[in-house]
């Protein structure tokens, strides 16, 4: 076993990790979200850094496992940065945050290409506007990438949005349709069906390069959404979520509008990993205006909650059991 304090680098590779590190920094020093003055990033032992504005703080972080929630064989290293950044910032979104600052932890094999999979969480951050300010590095035998996630929702008078504040009556809608991730999954595990003829390329980026729906969320919440959730687990299971927390009812009437280009009706129903957002409204017509305005996609209606506590419908009939649950 490899002391943690020896100079000796542990078999299978010779690669320095202050070097390493070194690299890292700079990478992560480009681009992306600027540090205000008198921050501090990369390089101390604690980043030390001021949110965008005044408001609440807003903290996640999740895990990406290889041969859980991903498969080197079939994504890239930047595949892979990319989705941890993203899969963590979605929760931001999910409370209408705005994102600000991010920690990257990995924990990788002898030889895994980290400085890609940096890159791919550089881009990422780079698309939501955050700043990686620090984090950690690990030789493991299984690759784990962890990703914590700061945000903050303004003092703007509309709360934080939470899976709890659903009310009877509220319309229920999904930002975009579902079930693309688990279609490319199994579209990259059969690549001799082809991707093209069937909405395949679309699913395949779904799988690799999801996002998370920030500017949804922030707008949401500035009009009127009571709750939300995002769609990691499946949207059958994501939305029991939010109406358990809520404590109301569910009739759900999902529709081929709610189900991705080249996706089955069950690979939306309970693929999972598609990061949109499942949005409860009592004014459904001003979050359309409100999207509509924004150049967004309008949202897909999917049901409506109840005063029936517990009691979850699909289309008029008992709700299927579906979504992702991790064993321990």
Same mark, same amino acid.
């Given at each position: 076993?490899?002391?943690?304090? &020896?100079?000796?680098?542990? &078999?299978?590779?010779? %690669?320095? %990790?202050?070097?390493?590190? +070194?690299? @890292? +920094? %700079?990478?992560?020093?480009?681009?992306?979200?600027?540090?205000?003055? =008198?921050? @501090?990033? !990369? =390089?101390?032992?604690?980043?030390?850094? &001021? $949110?965008?504005?005044? =408001?609440? /703080? /807003?903290? *996640?972080?999740? @895990?990406?496992?290889?041969?859980?929630?991903?498969?080197? +064989?079939? &994504?890239?290293? %930047?595949? !892979? =940065?990319?989705?941890?950044?993203?899969?963590?910032?979605?929760? $931001?979104? +999910?409370?209408?945050?705005? *994102?600000?600052h991010a920690l990257l932890s990995v924990a990788a094999p002898p030889g895994f290409a980290v400085d890609r999979l940096a890159d791919g969480v550089a881009d990422a951050a780079d698309a939501c506007g955050c700043a990686v300010v620090g984090g950690d590095l690990s030789g493991s035998a299984v690759l784990v990438v962890s990703v914590a996630a700061v945000g903050s929702v303004p003092d703007d008078g509309h709360p934080l949005l939470t899976r709890g504040g659903a009310r009877p009556g509220d319309a229920l809608v999904v930002t975009g349709p579902v079930g693309g991730s688990a279609a490319g999954l199994r579209l990259l595990g059969a690549p001799d069906e082809g991707w093209t003829d069937r909405g395949g390329e679309a699913a395949v980026a779904a799988h690799r390069r999801p996002r998370a729906r920030l500017v949804e969320g922030e707008l949401a919440r500035r009009s009127g959404a009571t709750a939300a959730i995002d769609v990691s687990d499946g949207l059958l299971v994501d939305a029991v979520h939010l109406a358990e927390a809520s404590g109301v009812g569910l009739e759900l009437t999902v529709g081929t509008g709610a189900v991705a280009a080249g996706a089955t009706r069950d690979e939306a129903l309970g693929g999972g990993e598609d990061y949109e957002l499942v949005l409860a409204t009592p004014d459904p017509v001003r979050l359309v205006a409100a999207f509509a305005a924004a150049g967004l996609r309008a949202p897909i209606p999917i049901g409506t909650c109840t005063g029936s506590a517990r009691q979850f419908t699909l289309d008029g009939g008992e709700l299927p059991r579906g979504g992702w649950r991790h064993r321990f």
């Open positions: 076993m490899h002391r943690p304090n &020896s100079d000796d680098p542990p &078999s299978g590779t010779d %690669e320095d %990790e202050f070097v390493l590190l +070194a690299r @890292l +920094a %700079e990478r992560f020093g480009r681009g992306g979200r600027s540090l205000a003055p =008198g921050d @501090l990033g !990369i =390089g101390d032992d604690a980043a030390a850094v &001021s $949110l965008p504005h005044p =408001g609440r /703080v /807003v903290l *996640a972080t999740d @895990l990406v496992v290889a041969g859980v929630h991903v498969d080197p +064989a079939v &994504s890239t290293p %930047e595949d !892979i =940065g990319w989705k941890a950044l993203m899969v963590t910032v979605s929760d $931001l979104a +999910a409370m209408g945050a705005v *994102a600000s």
